[in-house]
């Protein structure tokens, strides 16, 4: 048998004081706002403007990977190999930088100006830069220069390729 539980049971002191309610926890993930709905939709736009325009930038360079790799393949069957190559590596990319107009003339001291111009941070009317003449005009038995002279002309043509200013299309 229970005893009957009547209103004096348990401690006096806590009759008559109910039970807190609390509220609901707040949110860490405060979008109710209109202002962080703001910010949140213009940081989303900011990274798909910035994202379009990587891809874009990716997909306009691929001519320079595509070279640079054709220089690394011939590279692994020789100096005269990728030296007999640069004039062709350097006028495809000019070519596919630029118009054809612009380019498809271009020889001698002219290509050599053209070169300098899109790249201001190379020369190429020094005699390092003058070798492309002869690379170009000569036969690899008539050419004559050190292996220093001709790694120095790869590099250049190489970071022509990497680096010359293409036109705004």
Not at 52 to 70: D, K, M, P, T
Not at 104 to 125: K, R
Not at 127 to 132: D, E, M, T, Y
Request: with cysteine; glycine share 4%; proline share 5%.
């Amino acid at each position: 048998m229970r005893p009957e539980l009547t209103d004096t049971f348990g401690n006096y002191a806590l009759h008559g004081i109910d039970e807190i309610i609390l509220p609901p926890p707040v949110s860490w993930w405060p979008l109710s706002a209109p202002g962080w709905q703001f910010l949140a939709a213009l940081l989303l736009c900011a990274a798909a403007f910035y994202t379009v325009r990587a891809i874009r930038r990716y997909r306009r360079n691929r001519y320079r990977r595509e070279i640079l790799q054709a220089i690394e393949t011939r590279r692994q069957q020789g100096q005269q190999a990728v030296l007999h190559y640069l004039p062709e590596a350097l006028k495809l990319a000019a070519l596919a930088a630029f118009s054809r107009h612009a380019v498809a003339q271009l020889s001698g001291e002219a290509w050599l100006d053209f070169l300098e111009q899109h790249c201001a941070a190379l020369t190429f009317n020094d005699a390092i830069g003058r070798l492309l003449c002869v690379i170009d005009y000569q036969p690899p038995a008539a050419w004559q220069f050190s292996d220093a002279e001709a790694e120095a002309l790869i590099a250049r043509c190489c970071r022509w390729i990497r680096e010359h200013e293409a036109a705004d299309v």
